[in-house]
């Protein structure tokens, strides 16, 4: 069973910045991060493929940037103008090939970012 380390999080003001960090242990086609809101859905926040190819959720584009290490497995979400709405528990996802059912989730952590 993959293992799915994440790191980072906390409380900042809004206007201020975090950066959150997962690291995998094996190999991973596509990683990336979600996150839920007290009461809403689990959604999309930002994936990258091992190829570097990027998405974002139309909200955080131009703000957070997705970045990865193959050699190391890991990814970084940096989250910059930090909004309230963005506050969260954030889950680092993974998959292990383009073609795999299988997904895999971190325990998940929480960003809180107050007005």
């Known amino acids: 069973q993959p293992q799915l380390v994440e790191s980072g999080g906390g409380l900042v003001q809004a206007g201020g910045s975090l950066r959150l960090s997962c690291a995998a242990s094996q190999s991973m086609y596509r990683m990336g991060w979600y996150r839920q809101a007290p009461g809403k859905q689990r959604e999309l926040v930002a994936l990258i493929t091992d190829g570097f190819g990027t998405e974002y959720v139309d909200s955080v584009k131009d703000r957070f940037t997705l970045s990865r290490d193959n050699a190391k497995n890991t990814v970084a979400l940096n989250m910059n103008s930090l909004k309230p709405e963005d506050t969260a528990v954030y889950y680092c996802?993974?998959?292990?090939?383009?073609?795999?059912?299988?997904?895999?989730w971190g325990q998940g952590t929480q960003v809180t970012v107050s007005s």
């Open positions: 996802y993974a998959k292990a090939t383009s073609w795999a059912l299988r997904e895999y």
